[in-house]
Structures are given as C-alpha cells and as structure tokens.
C-alpha cells in the first residue's frame, strides 16, 4: 500500500532571501534594474523585491513567472512553443501562466523546490 502522504520539498525563506540578494547583484551587473519573485515549490510568494526605477507592472510580471516555472518545472521561454499546439493553447487563457522569458525553476538535490521570476520590462535601460 502506498503512503497516504505526499512529501515535498521546497525552499526556505532564507534560501529565497539570499538567492533574491545574489539575483539583483546580478542584474546591477549587467546594467538593469529588476523587479525579482521567488515563489515556493507550491507557487506560493516567499521573496519579492521591486527596484525603485522598475514599472509596477513588472511585480504581477515576475511574480507569475515565477509560479509559472514552479507550476510546470520548466522555463517560462519553453511555453513559446508550447503555445503554437492547439491542446495546450487554451492554457494561455489561464490568468497566471506567463509564456514569455525571465522564469525559471529552482531545483535543489533534483528536486524542484521553487521558481524564480525576473522583470524588467521593454522599457527599461539595460543590454
């Protein structure tokens, strides 16, 4: 008999802190401001931060990519193709799902354990 219990994994809050820290140094190097959300294995917010010369719009942006990649386990960017394949296309009415670049899954151990999501808009400066 199987266990009635499902165990998983996902990422602590100090985990997101810290991977929030080392995301926006990242992107100061490259010459961009950015909006940064990590989300739990679950999609759930764990970590949010917004630069001051961000758009607001880029916070639901790079929130849903996040919950995007945790949702699925895969890239934002894949669902580009995805898309173009009448039985997944209905999937793009979904209010969250977000098939545009700038999500990622977080995998720890081959675990997925959260998404990240990065936003900076068209409009803002940067390479």
Request: a positive charge.
């Amino acid at each position: 008999m199987t266990s009635p219990v499902v165990t998983t994994a996902t990422i602590s809050l100090e985990a997101a802190q810290t991977l929030l820290g080392e995301t926006r140094r990242a992107c100061a190097a490259r010459g961009f401001a950015a909006t940064i959300a990590i989300t739990d294995a679950g999609g759930h917010l764990r970590a949010f931060e917004r630069a001051d010369t961000a758009p607001f719009l880029n916070a639901s942006v790079a929130i849903d990519k996040a919950w995007t990649a945790a949702s699925f386990g895969m890239a934002t960017h894949q669902w580009n193709q995805y898309m173009a394949e009448p039985a997944v296309a209905p999937l793009a009415h979904h209010p969250r799902m977000m098939p545009v670049g700038g999500g990622v899954p977080i995998i720890h151990q081959g675990r997925l354990v959260g998404g990240i999501g990065i936003s900076r808009g068209h409009l803002c400066p940067g390479p």
